[in-house]
């Protein structure tokens, strides 16, 4: 099983429609969260962190669930401009390495 | 600017020879790393280094090898014993842990090619 887990997607979706994308992680000690955005063929660049209680950044909601071991991203009033990889990253506590899953995909269309 | 400087952005290397890629921050950062990325695919870690003097392997190290000599640099060579090297580069520092929900940053990669 694959410590962080993403769908591939693509997720091809309407100018302005939500969506939202899920990532599971399997060590239960991570202690921190993120989602990173890709553009094609460019770096990694963080969107968010993921705090416990959940986050939002203007049209990008985090959700972290515990329990479950899964975290999320919702994507409000999507625009052409949000097309890009969603890197969903874990780290674990007393380690500094950063675990990427595989991204999802998301195409906007107009 | 304080960031992360990759270079070359483009590299091309002929079978057999080694080759080395340059990494350097200027932001004071403790961590450093480097991940591999293949089209089509997530980023798998290469080694990461937590302190001068010291790295670790990841989970792809084989045909690899590092230093970490001074804080703000970490080069990475690409050896011949690494069969198929052809692929995206990333280099990433971070703060020290414990602080919080710190970020990794990313240098703009290099693209090595095995021609």
């Known amino acids: 099983r694959k410590e962080v887990e993403q769908d591939p997607g693509p997720f091809n979706v309407p100018e302005g429609a939500t969506v939202a994308f899920n990532c599971t992680y399997s060590?239960?000690?991570?202690?921190?969260f993120f989602w990173y955005r890709q553009d094609c063929r460019k770096e990694p660049k963080l969107l968010m962190s993921v705090y416990s209680s959940g986050n939002e950044d203007g049209r990008f909601t985090a959700q972290l669930n515990r329990a479950s071991q899964y975290i999320s991203l919702l994507i409000r009033d999507s625009k052409l401009s949000d097309s890009a990889t969603y890197l969903c990253?874990?780290?674990?506590?007393?380690?500094?390495?950063?675990?990427f899953g595989t991204g999802t995909r998301l195409k906007v269309l107009a | 600017d304080g960031g992360i400087t990759q270079s070359p952005k483009y590299l091309f290397r002929k079978e057999g020879q080694n080759v080395t890629l340059s990494c350097e921050q200027n932001?004071?950062?403790?961590?450093m790393y480097w991940y591999r990325q293949d089209p089509g695919q997530g980023l798998r870690l290469i080694y990461y280094s937590q302190i001068v003097n010291d790295f670790q392997k990841g989970d792809i190290a084989e045909g690899y090898s590092v230093s970490r000599e001074k804080k703000e640099s970490f080069p990475l060579t690409v050896t011949s014993a690494q069969k198929n090297p052809t692929a995206f580069y990333l280099c990433a520092s971070s703060i020290r842990q414990g602080l919080g929900n710190t970020e990794a940053f990313f240098g703009q990669g290099t693209r090595l090619t095995v021609v």
């Open positions: 990253v874990v780290r674990a506590s007393g380690t500094y390495k950063y675990i």
């Open positions: 932001l004071n950062h403790d961590a």
């Open positions: 060590n239960s000690a991570s202690q921190s």
